[in-house]
């Protein structure tokens, strides 16, 4: 069958909502297959071409994502191959600058790159991937099998998201479109040439559905680079926690979102517990719990704590809405079982239970149906974006503010500059672009509040056992992903507690690795 039609057989089990994103994708790879397959082959040709020297020298450049948080991406480039990782852009600003990955500086034709490897499919990791196409490139993207479906429909949000705050999109649906096209989906352990002396597998992060660790073996085992991506070095209800038995690792690149010594996440427990307190509290007195949030991971952790509690008799029973793709991110994950934490992947496979698909939801269509949520009366309320910036969760936001009963509750990081971390940080007063596009000043006048033990990111004490495990391996550490003081922070303690040799590059360095 294989040799004779190309394509494999795989038996999956029909999800209870069906992906949009997922059809499309189906469709559209379909009758591009003749165009993708003479793709492919021109590839495996670059990939397998004759090698220039046996000489290894392998050197990292950073272009975004070091010293901050925001535009991940980096270049990592042997005499053979120039690789680039993630492609994101920083949601905090808008000066060009610092918004975007400095290819420029990188000093490279898109024509030279041999391929781009995608950690996961948030936007601060593939908001700017798109772009890459508008201007030309043509070679392969390297993601997990779910990250394409997810970063497809990330993508395609943020160009609605910039329409309706009127900017021009960055780039156009056709751009996206192209992503599609030219990635290369991989399973965890998969192990793939991506160059002539590059080999790359991914593995489990922990953060989101899809998230990878990317493990590049270089030259004949000259080097071993593994670039953590976002990390969850914990069990969360979605996910395992992230994998870390590398054969080998001489360099580690590691986020350090929480690398401070202050950063200590409260435990799963303590953190579930104090949401339902939190969450019963403003219920009880008639209130409104609005939680911004990204429509993929913390969403569907929630709406399984939710479910969990609600049936358990431990949270107030109150209708929950849902508004901003957090159903189609839902009905992405219900698609990939095997992506999923063991003891919820054999729920969804062997049992008719099915969390995802519980009675306690309504998913807000249009926002013609938002008066429902908005009706006297207590409720929980969960909208995108994740940060305040843009997105249905601001409707929501405007009439859920100004009242004292109600409250504001944060499980994701807020990245500086966003009105998010505003709000949290105390601002009484924040002005909106109403639709009519005129500014309207909301005065915040409910309570705020965070919780970080439901964060995809390992706090201070995860991360340093992670780097603890692999330590026998190590030969040097690279620190990013994480506030200035967080990098150097993680950095130091690292080098202190372990004895090894560690860095905290800012944008723009030039590291050699062997
Ligand atoms: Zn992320």
Request: hydrophobic share 35%.
């Given at each position: 069958?294989?040799?004779?039609?190309?394509?494999?057989?795989?038996?999956?089990?029909?999800?209870?909502?069906?992906?949009?994103t997922?059809?499309t994708?189906?469709?559209n790879?379909?009758?591009?297959?003749?165009?993708?397959?003479?793709?492919?082959?021109?590839?495996?040709?670059?990939?397998?071409?004759?090698?220039?020297?046996?000489?290894?020298?392998?050197?990292?450049?950073?272009l975004g994502g070091?010293?901050q948080v925001g535009r991940s991406c980096?270049?990592?480039?042997?005499?053979?191959?120039?690789?680039l990782?993630d492609c994101g852009i920083n949601p905090g600003t808008k000066n060009p600058l610092e918004a975007y990955p400095r290819l420029d500086w990188a000093?490279?034709t898109l024509?030279?790159?041999?391929?781009v490897?995608i950690?996961?499919a948030h936007l601060d990791h593939t908001g700017f991937l798109p772009v890459l196409f508008k201007y030309g490139y043509k070679?392969?993207i390297?993601?997990?099998?779910?990250?394409?479906?997810m970063m497809n429909l990330i993508q395609l949000d943020a160009i609605k998201v910039a329409a309706a705050q009127g900017r021009i999109p960055l780039y156009s649906e056709r751009d996206v479109k192209q992503v599609m096209k030219q990635t290369?989906?991989?399973?965890?352990?998969?192990?793939?040439?991506?160059?002539?002396?590059?080999?790359?597998?991914?593995?489990?992060?922990?953060?989101?559905?899809?998230?990878?660790?990317?493990?590049?073996?270089?030259?004949?085992?000259?080097?071993?680079?593994?670039?953590?991506?976002?990390?969850?070095?914990?069990?969360?209800?979605?996910?395992?926690?992230?994998?870390?038995?590398?054969?080998?690792?001489?360099?580690?690149?590691?986020?350090?979102?929480?690398?401070?010594?202050?950063?200590?996440?409260?435990?799963?427990?303590?953190?579930?517990?104090?949401?339902?307190?939190?969450?019963?509290?403003?219920?009880?007195?008639?209130?409104?719990?609005?939680?911004p949030?990204p429509a993929v991971?913390?969403?569907?952790?929630?709406?399984?704590?939710?479910?969990?509690?609600?049936?358990?008799?431990?949270?107030?029973?109150?209708?929950?809405?849902?508004?901003g793709m957090?159903?189609e991110?839902?009905?992405?994950?219900?698609?990939?079982?095997?992506?999923?934490?063991?003891?919820?992947?054999?729920?969804?496979?062997?049992?008719?239970?099915?969390?995802?698909?519980?009675?306690?939801?309504?998913?807000?269509?249009?926002s013609?149906?938002?008066?429902?949520?908005?009706?006297?009366?207590?409720?929980?309320?969960?909208a995108t974006s994740g940060m305040l910036e843009g997105g249905p969760v601001l409707e929501?936001f405007?009439?859920?503010?100004?009242?004292?009963?109600?409250?504001?509750?944060?499980?994701?990081?807020?990245v500086n500059g966003t009105m998010g971390r505003r709000?949290?940080?105390?601002?009484?007063?924040v002005s909106v672009v109403g639709k009519d596009g005129k500014i309207e000043?909301?005065?915040?006048?409910?309570?705020?509040?965070?919780?970080?033990?439901?964060?995809?990111?390992?706090?201070?004490?995860?991360?340093?056992?992670?780097?603890?495990?692999?330590?026998?391996?190590?030969?040097?550490?690279?620190?990013?992903?994480?506030?200035?003081?967080?990098?150097?922070?993680?950095?130091?303690?690292?080098?202190?507690?372990?004895?090894?040799?560690?860095?905290?590059?800012?944008v723009?360095?030039?590291?050699?690795?062997?």
């Amino acid at each position: 069958m294989v040799s004779k039609t190309g394509w494999r057989v795989r038996i999956r089990k029909a999800t209870t909502i069906q992906s949009q994103t997922i059809q499309t994708i189906n469709y559209n790879l379909k009758i591009s297959s003749t165009e993708r397959s003479k793709h492919l082959q021109q590839i495996g040709e670059q990939i397998f071409r004759p090698k220039l020297s046996e000489d290894a020298e392998v050197s990292l450049m950073t272009l975004g994502g070091f010293s901050q948080v925001g535009r991940s991406c980096m270049l990592l480039t042997t005499h053979e191959s120039k690789i680039l990782i993630d492609c994101g852009i920083n949601p905090g600003t808008k000066n060009p600058l610092e918004a975007y990955p400095r290819l420029d500086w990188a000093n490279i034709t898109l024509d030279e790159l041999d391929a781009v490897v995608i950690s996961h499919a948030h936007l601060d990791h593939t908001g700017f991937l798109p772009v890459l196409f508008k201007y030309g490139y043509k070679g392969p993207i390297y993601c997990t099998e779910p990250t394409l479906p997810m970063m497809n429909l990330i993508q395609l949000d943020a160009i609605k998201v910039a329409a309706a705050q009127g900017r021009i999109p960055l780039y156009s649906e056709r751009d996206v479109k192209q992503v599609m096209k030219q990635t290369i989906s991989l399973a965890y352990g998969t192990v793939t040439d991506i160059s002539p002396d590059i080999k790359l597998v991914f593995s489990n992060a922990g953060h989101i559905l899809g998230s990878a660790s990317c493990h590049f073996h270089i030259g004949n085992g000259n080097h071993n680079f593994v670039y953590t991506g976002d990390l969850k070095y914990g069990k969360s209800m979605l996910f395992d926690s992230a994998s870390w038995n590398f054969p080998r690792v001489e360099t580690l690149l590691i986020e350090s979102t929480y690398g401070a010594k202050e950063d200590i996440q409260s435990t799963r427990e303590e953190v579930e517990g104090t949401f339902i307190r939190s969450v019963n509290e403003t219920l009880r007195n008639g209130g409104k719990v609005l939680i911004p949030i990204p429509a993929v991971g913390r969403a569907q952790e929630l709406m399984m704590v939710i479910d969990q509690y609600m049936k358990a008799g431990h949270l107030t029973e109150a209708p929950v809405f849902t508004e901003g793709m957090i159903s189609e991110a839902t009905a992405i994950h219900e698609s990939y079982p095997e992506y999923l934490a063991r003891d919820l992947r054999e729920k969804i496979l062997s049992t008719e239970e099915n969390p995802f698909d519980s009675e306690y939801f309504t998913n807000i269509e249009h926002s013609d149906a938002r008066e429902e949520a908005l009706r006297e009366g207590p409720c929980i309320i969960m909208a995108t974006s994740g940060m305040l910036e843009g997105g249905p969760v601001l409707e929501y936001f405007k009439h859920v503010a100004p009242s004292q009963k109600n409250k504001i509750l944060f499980v994701s990081y807020q990245v500086n500059g966003t009105m998010g971390r505003r709000v949290l940080d105390g601002s009484r007063q924040v002005s909106v672009v109403g639709k009519d596009g005129k500014i309207e000043v909301i005065n915040i006048n409910c309570s705020t509040e965070k919780l970080d033990g439901f964060s995809g990111h390992s706090d201070y004490n995860q991360l340093m056992s992670y780097v603890h495990k692999l330590r026998p391996k190590l030969r040097r550490v690279i620190v990013n992903h994480g506030e200035r003081r967080k990098c150097e922070n993680l950095a130091s303690s690292i080098h202190r507690m372990f004895r090894i040799a560690t860095t905290c590059p800012q944008v723009q360095e030039g590291i050699r690795l062997l």
